[in-house]
């Protein structure tokens, strides 16, 4: 479980294929911290440690998780935003994070606005997906790349989302342009009220 506070944009230092998998190295300020086994969020998805290695570590996204998410683009030089799994003694600043992406969106438009900046990202619809509850709502929470936001303009396919100078800086919201996929994972307390809906209707 996350909060979608992202710890750090972190350098992918390398890309290693492995059957249909993918290996990803990362050089990380909290490396000695990992341990083989932990969860750790890259842009989102969660990923388990599988190996350590001085101020890098190793981690394995498989075919399911490339394919619905933006991992599969990523090449050595990348920044990743990471996030540890949250402590259940502490605070939580953003929200109820799973570190399950729901699918890819497009950065369709980037307005500056006194100092801060508007993302609006647009994605694919399917409609059984919007019945189970893949939507975002005004002033509700979404999961881009990590981050955990508020959504303003929500529209059917598409959403914005306001950045402010310290998230633009701190994380990869600063390489996002114009065509960039980004990772989203919807609400899931919107996924939970829509399936009670859906089973309480039958």
Known sequence: MFSGIVEEAARVVAVEPNGGNVNLKVASSFTDELKIDQSVAHNGVCLTVVSLDGETYTVTAIQETLDRSNLGLLKAGDRV?????????????????????????????????????????????DPSLIAKGYVTVEKGSVTVNGVSLTVCDSERDSFRVAIIPYTFEHTNFGDIKVGSKVNIEFDIIGKYISRISELSNR
Do not use: P, W
């Not at 935003?81 to 497009?106: F, P």
């Not at 006194?114 to 609006?120: A, L, P, Q, T, V």
């Open 81 to 125: 935003n990471l996030e540890r799994s949250m402590l259940m003694n502490g605070r939580l600043d953003g929200h109820i994070v799973q570190g399950h992406v729901d699918c890819t969106a497009t950065c369709v438009d980037i307005e500056e606005v006194d100092g801060s900046r508007y993302f609006k990202f647009q994605y694919a619809v």
